[in-house]
Structure formats: structure tokens, C-alpha cells
């Protein structure tokens, strides 16, 4: 019996080998129920696991071109062109519209009185007092019919953004714009009897010790650029000199030494107001010829100014010349007016930019910067044709002669006798230099003066 059990064990151990774990119950022969039943768990221990390893690799992605260029480069310029003039003209409409409401304190005010109110109202780190001399230039800006407020707002647009961005780079307020008012008024090629030139009215001596360069040829003082650049460097050393922006104003005009020492004869001035009587009668006029600008300038409308047409050209650019060349070579080539041109580039006195041992800049409208680049090839090749003309010594006479001049456009009232006494020349001078066998003129005519242009 005992090993018929034995056997019956050591199968069922076998087969739980295979069939994994069993119960084994164990009953008494002798009774119906299990006296006792016993588990008993077997584990396999050995299990074999495969597995298969697939490789995928990463499918790279679409591509995506974010930069999709559908306009020609002279397109893109054209574009450009819209945008800047468009900004130029919504920022000027902004600055006027602070200043073309009337505020409900200025009803039925004097004159004097709502002038001094509205000077306090134009917030400015330049002081902007108000008296009789402000008042009498004041009129001047405003009630004068030779007044030239509507043709200054007119090329400020133009002028105007360059000279304030000039101004911040230097540290400076850009409410010193307007000097350049009272200097030139926004003319590059103005000048005086002294021989200042140039939008910011500089000397030949001042002009060099600055940086500008002053020849025959290029007279850097015209320069929009590099004039206003010069002109925030001497500003900013005059203020840093007296630490008063009306004193400094003075120097500008005076130059520093006489505002120097008029502060050392009246002993404890610290202002321009405390030295006034010891200026000169132009300096006494100066400071407050600016304050008087600034004001017609902010309330003209106020005033029923109306501004002159818009420059055809306030969005431009500048390329880089690096060989000798005739502004003809660029009108001809790109189909601009030879005069946009001398507007633009009025520091070439004989319409030459001499870049023979240095580069020049050219400056054009920015629609015609890409077409100008494209065409480089072109507009060289015309040198020999042009500067065979203008480089001869005697046609080299003539165009010195006629670079000195300007255009002027005749307004109504205007005679030639009143011309040249403005521009300190004869009636005859015009008449020859217009070829006219009459003295009869018309408004709107264009007239060649062959002088400086005259400071109002």
C-alpha cells in the first residue's frame, strides 16, 4: 500500500511539472468527508520570454517656408515709399492736433495774454518766456506777407524727421528744430552776407572744425546729414558750456565768447535776459525770434496758415558712390527731374560728387533705391559723355557761378525791383540771368538768381 502511494506522489509531482500548479486531497478510505485536505502549491520557475525589437524611424516633417517673397525689389521700395510718407504725414497731423483746438480758458482772451498761455502750455526743456520782442516776432510769423511759415510747414515734413532723430541720438531736445527755422528757414542752400550757408547757417572756419569738408566742389555745410550732425555736436557744447539753453542759443548765433563776456560785464547774470542789453541787435533778436517760431509753427492752424503743397520727395535714402559722377548720369539712367536731385543733393555745388580717393553718399527718393542699384552698371558708363561737359575749365566757371543761386517762384505783388533788393542784386542781373526782354512778371513764374538765397 505504501508504495502504491509513493507512486501515485511522484506522478502527480511529474505532471504538475507540465500542467503547472495542482491541489492534492487526501481522503480518509474509511469516511464519506475529507478528514483533512492539504494544498499544496507548485511554481515553474523556468518561463522563456521572446520578443521581437522592430525599429522605427522618425518620418521628418513637412517643410515650412516662412519667408515668401512675392515683390520685386523696385516694388518693395515703392511700398516703403507709401509707408514712411504716410507715417510722416500721420505723426505732423498728430503734433498739430494737440495744438488746433482751442481751449475753453482761451475765449475772449487778449492777444498778449492767450500768446503767454499757450507758450506755458507747450511743455519744453528749452524755457519759452513770453514779452513784447516774442510778440513782435510772433506777428512777424503770422501777420507778415512775406512771412515764410507756410512753405517752413510745408518742407517739415521733409526735413523735420531727420533732424529729430539726429537730436535724440545726440542727447538733445528735438524742440531745437526749430532753429533751423530761424536759421534758414529749411533751405540747404540759404546764405548770408557774413558767408554762413547751409540749413544750419555755418562759417566756413566753423563748418571745417566741425568736420565739414568746404571746396569748390562739395560744400558739406548743405550736407542734411552731416550739417545736422554737426550742428547737435556744437549745440550739445554749448549747453554743456552754460547750462542754460536760451544762453547757449545765443552762443550759437553770437558765438561764445561775446555771450561769455556780457556775462562777465553784468557781473551776476546767469540768463540770456540778464545780459540782453549787452548783446548785439541780432543776438537781442535771436532767442526771441525762436520762441516766436516755435509758436506759429505748433498754432498755426489756429491762426489760418495753410501750409504750401507737400514736397514731392519726403520718403528717402542714401547710396554709397565710390567713383566720379554727374548727377545727369543718374537722371538720365532712372527717369528722375535733374532738379529732385539738386534738392536732394544740394552740398554738390557743380552737380559733380568728386569719389575718385573717397566715397560720397547720393541721397534719391526710396522708390528709386533698388533701381539704382540694379542700374550701377549703366549709369558709370555715362561718365566719359557727362564729365567731359562739366569738367572743362570753362563750363567749370560757369556752373560755380550757378551753383551759388537758387530758384525763385514769384509771388503775387512781387516785382524785380523787389526781388533784387531782396536778394542784393540788380534788375538787370535777373533779366540777364532769365534772358527777359521785359520786366513784366506773373505769379508762379520760376526765376534764376544767381546769388545766395537770402535770410528772411
Known amino acids: 500500500m505504501r508504495r502504491t502511494l509513493s507512486l501515485l506522489l511522484a506522478l ?14 487526501i481522503f480518509n478510505k474509511n469516511k464519506k ?66 495744438y488746433s483746438a482751442p481751449m475753453d480758458e482761451e475765449c475772449n482772451l487778449p492777444k498778449d495774454s492767450l500768446y503767454k498761455q499757450r507758450l506755458q ?52 531736445p528735438i524742440e531745437l528744430r526749430v532753429l533751423a527755422i ?18 544750419w547757417q555755418f562759417m566756413p572756419s566753423t563748418g571745417k572744425n566741425l568736420g565739414l569738408e ?8 548743405s550736407d542734411l546729414i552731416l550739417s545736422t550732425r554737426a550742428a547737435c555736436s556744437y549745440l550739445k557744447y554749448l549747453y554743456d558750456t552754460f547750462g542754460d539753453w536760451a544762453l547757449a542759443l545765443a552762443a550759437y548765433n553770437a558765438g561764445p ?12 547774470a546767469k540768463t540770456y535776459w540778464d545780459i540782453y542789453d549787452d548783446l548785439n541787435a541780432e543776438t537781442r533778436g535771436y532767442v526771441p525770434k525762436f520762441i516766436a517760431a516755435s509758436y506759429a509753427y505748433a498754432y498755426h492752424q489756429q491762426h489760418n496758415i495753410t501750409p504750401e503743397k507737400t514736397p514731392e520727395c519726403i520718403s528717402t535714402d542714401t547710396v554709397v558712390i565710390n567713383r566720379t559722377m554727374h548727377l545727369g548720369q543718374v537722371a538720365s539712367t532712372l527717369d528722375i527731374p535733374m ?11 557743380i552737380d559733380i560728387v568728386p569719389a575718385a580717393r573717397k566715397p560720397y553718399t547720393l541721397r534719391l527718393p526710396t522708390r528709386y533705391i533698388a533701381e539704382f542699384i540694379s542700374q550701377q552698371d549703366s549709369i558709370y558708363s555715362k561718365d566719359s559723355l557727362y564729365l567731359k561737359e562739366y569738367l572743362n575749365p570753362a563750363n567749370l566757371d560757369k556752373k560755380r557761378a550757378e551753383g551759388l543761386g537758387y530758384t525763385y517762384t514769384v ?15 540788380t534788375v538787370k542781373d535777373i533779366m540777364r540771368w532769365n534772358k527777359l526782354k521785359s520786366t513784366t512778371i506773373r505769379p508762379g513764374q520760376k526765376l534764376r538768381i544767381n546769388k545766395p538765397k537770402p535770410r528772411a
Open 257 to 268: 565768447g561775446r555771450v561769455s563776456r556780457a556775462l562777465a560785464r553784468a557781473g551776476n
Open 12 to 25: 502527480l509531482c511529474f505532471g504538475s511539472a507540465l500542467a503547472g500548479p495542482i491541489r492534492l486531497n
Open 411 to 425: 509771388r503775387s505783388g512781387d516785382n524785380l525791383g523787389l526781388i533784387a533788393k531782396r536778394n542784393r542784386c
Open 214 to 221: 568746404v571746396n569748390s566742389l562739395v560744400d558739406e555745410r
Open 33 to 98: 468527508t475529507p478528514k483533512q485536505q492539504n494544498i499544496v502549491t507548485i511554481y515553474d520557475t523556468v518561463r522563456v520570454v521572446v520578443t521581437d525589437t522592430v525599429i522605427v524611424e522618425a518620418k521628418p516633417s513637412a517643410r515650412i517656408d516662412t519667408l515668401q517673397i512675392t515683390h520685386t525689389p523696385q516694388q518693395i521700395d515703392s511700398l516703403l515709399d507709401i509707408w514712411h510718407t504716410m507715417s510722416i504725414e500721420q505723426s505732423q497731423q498728430q503734433y498739430f492736433a494737440q
Open 121 to 172: 502750455d507747450m511743455v519744453s526743456p528749452v524755457h519759452l518766456p513770453y514779452n513784447s520782442v516774442v510778440r513782435h516776432y510772433i506777428d512777424y510769423y503770422l501777420e507778415n506777407r512775406w512771412s515764410p511759415l507756410s512753405r517752413v510747414i510745408a518742407l517739415s515734413k521733409y526735413y523735420f524727421p531727420i533732424f529729430e532723430q539726429e537730436l535724440v541720438r545726440a542727447g538733445l
Open 339 to 349: 532738379e529732385t536731385l539738386k534738392m536732394l543733393n544740394p552740398q554738390y555745388k
Open 182 to 199: 530761424v536759421e534758414s528757414n529749411l533751405s540747404p542752400t540759404a546764405g548770408s552776407r557774413a558767408g554762413a550757408v547751409g540749413l
